[in-house]
Nanobody, 125 residues
Framework: EVQLVESGGGLVQAGGSLRLSCAAS????????IGWFRQAPGKEREGVSC????????AYEDSAKGRFTASIDHAKNTAYLQMNSLKPEDTAVYYC??????????????????WGKGTLVTVSL
């Protein structure tokens, strides 16, 4: 059974940084994408970034471009989301998700097969 466990969330001041981790287990396939999503209170879940081992593609939604960096350490089966210059509007529960065989394209982050339970990021003024 595929399991995804996020960690690294917390409280940070505006302008600060956090690095989220997504530990993946329970699978043996090599071609997959890890997507990062977030859901703020009262809002719909939205895509943030995606990184794929299928073709090496990496995609960011406009909210993350220039501030967030997504990566995968295949040796550790762990994905990361480095978030810099955080803003209060980045406050949300952040989820990682895995899509089998997916590639990543901006404004098309989705189609994931497995989801983590999320980690809360709170950015204060």
């Amino acid at each position: 059974e595929v399991q995804l466990v996020e960690s690294g969330g917390g409280l940070v001041q505006a302008g600060g940084s956090l690095r989220l981790s997504c530990a993946a287990s329970g699978f043996t396939f090599d071609n997959y994408a890890i997507g990062w999503f977030r859901q703020a209170p009262g809002k719909e879940r939205e895509g943030v970034s995606c990184v794929s081992s299928v073709d090496g593609s990496i995609a960011y939604e406009d909210s993350a471009k220039g501030r967030f960096t997504a990566s995968i350490d295949h040796a550790k089966n762990t994905a990361y989301l480095q978030m810099n210059s955080l803003k209060p509007e980045d406050t949300a529960v952040y989820y990682c998700a895995l899509g089998i065989g997916l590639v990543c394209r901006s404004r098309q982050i989705g189609g994931m097969d497995y989801w983590g339970k999320g980690t809360l990021v709170t950015v204060s003024l």
